[in-house]
Nanobody, 120 residues
Framework: QLQASGGGLVQAGGSLRLSCTVS????????MGWFRQAPGKERAFVAR????????RYVDPVKGRFTISRDNAKNMVYLQMNSLKPEDTAVYFC???????????????WGQGTLVTVSS
């Protein structure tokens, strides 16, 4: 089970840190990812991190602003979001899987999502 938290309302230029708690499983067994879904749009890849935490990938619009990290000892995954923009507004989902992929259908486990709203 995955539980995302940390969303909220923030002004443009601000920061938020999303957290994802992994329970019932060992997070170190999985590639972890963050996706987001804006109103009226499909779920889209944001970032992913490998099992050991030493490899990451980001979608181009968030490069240099977002950082994904993990603490396997705590079964936690994080998404630090800086310099937020109104276009970052979306429901953010954490996910776990076994493939190094940007496709949501290749991730097996999903959290419930946390809403991030960035005001201009």
């Amino acid at each position: 089970q995955l539980q995302a938290s940390g969303g909220g309302l923030v002004q443009a230029g601000g920061s938020l840190r999303l957290s994802c708690t992994v329970s019932g499983r060992t997070s170190s067994s999985y590639i972890m990812g963050w996706f987001r879904q804006a109103p009226g749009k499909e779920r889209a890849f944001v970032a992913r991190i490998n099992k050991s935490g030493d490899m990451t990938r980001y979608v181009d619009p968030v490069k240099g602003r977002f950082t994904i990290s993990r603490d396997n000892a705590k079964n936690m995954v994080y998404l630090q979001m800086n310099s937020l923009k109104p276009e970052d507004t979306a429901v953010y989902f954490c996910t776990a899987g076994s493939k190094w992929s940007t496709r949501p259908d290749e991730y097996a486990y999903w959290g419930q999502g946390t809403l991030v709203t960035v005001s201009s």
